[in-house]
Antibody, heavy 118, light 105 residues
Framework: EVQLVESGGDLVQPGGSLRLSCAASGFTFRNYEMNWVRQAPGKGLEWVSFISSGGTTTYYGDSVKGRFSISRDNAKNSLVLQMNSVSDEDTAVYYC???????????WGQGTLVTVSS | SYELTQPPSVSVSPGQTASITCSGDRLENKYVSWYQQRPGQSPVLVIYQDYKRPSGIPERFSGSTSGNTATLTISGTQALDEADYYCQTWDTSMAFGGGTQLAVL
């Protein structure tokens, strides 16, 4: 059974930092491109960041560029999103998402909630 | 960043056909995927590469593209199909449409 389990979501103050993790199982993680996608309360899906299967290529959405960093460890089947200098606009459920191609997402995690508030 | 436009809402009667559109510049040159998201749940892939269905997705879900518009069609719509639907593509980054709330009335 494919599983993507996110963790690390929490209440954080504006300007603070948070590290989200995603543990993958049930599929060959090293063969899949990985993304973080977020969804603010009552809003639609917003792509946040991408990392290639080998970890050599990364992309970021304009709203998080320079503040967030994505990484992966294929030996540990894990994905990380380091979030720095967070603001209220970063409040959302963050999904870990795996795709065999850059063009779609095959698997989604259950999401982890990040709340930015003082 | 690349923009995809969807209607905010679509309504359909049970057993009828629902069509949800997604438009974007030069979309005919890109692959389009569709996701279903029921309230309180994670998204689920229902169509990829414009028209392909993942294993386990009912045949009543189909996808097509024509020019700058992609369409998700749900034939014989059922109450359990009531959900938000998002189109998605990859340009220089991943892009999602704003989502369409499908009401089965």
């Amino acid at each position: 059974e494919v599983q993507l389990v996110e963790s690390g979501g929490d209440l954080v103050q504006p300007g603070g930092s948070l590290r989200l993790s995603c543990a993958a199982s049930g599929f060959t993680f090293r063969n899949y491109e990985m993304n973080w996608v977020r969804q603010a309360p009552g809003k639609g899906l917003e792509w946040v960041s991408f990392i290639s299967s080998g970890g050599t290529t990364t992309y970021y959405g304009d709203s998080v560029k320079g503040r967030f960093s994505i990484s992966r460890d294929n030996a540990k089947n894990s994905l990380v999103l380091q979030m720095n200098s967070v603001s209220d606009e970063d409040t959302a459920v963050y999904y870990c998402a795996a795709g065999y191609s850059t063009n779609w997402v095959d698997y989604w995690g259950q999401g982890t909630l990040v709340t930015v508030s003082s | 960043s690349y923009e995809l436009t969807q209607p905010p809402s679509v309504s359909v009667s049970p057993g009828q056909t629902a069509s949800i559109t997604c438009s974007g510049d030069r979309l005919e040159n890109k692959y389009v995927s569709w996701y279903q998201q029921r309230p309180g749940q994670s998204p689920v892939l229902v169509i990829y590469q414009d028209y392909k269905r993942p294993s386990g997705i009912p045949e009543r879900f189909s996808g097509s593209t024509s020019g700058n518009t992609a369409t998700l069609t749900i034939s014989g719509t059922q109450a359990l199909d009531e959900a938000d639907y998002y189109c998605q593509t990859w340009d220089t980054s991943m892009a999602f449409g704003g989502g369409t709330q499908l009401a089965v009335l």
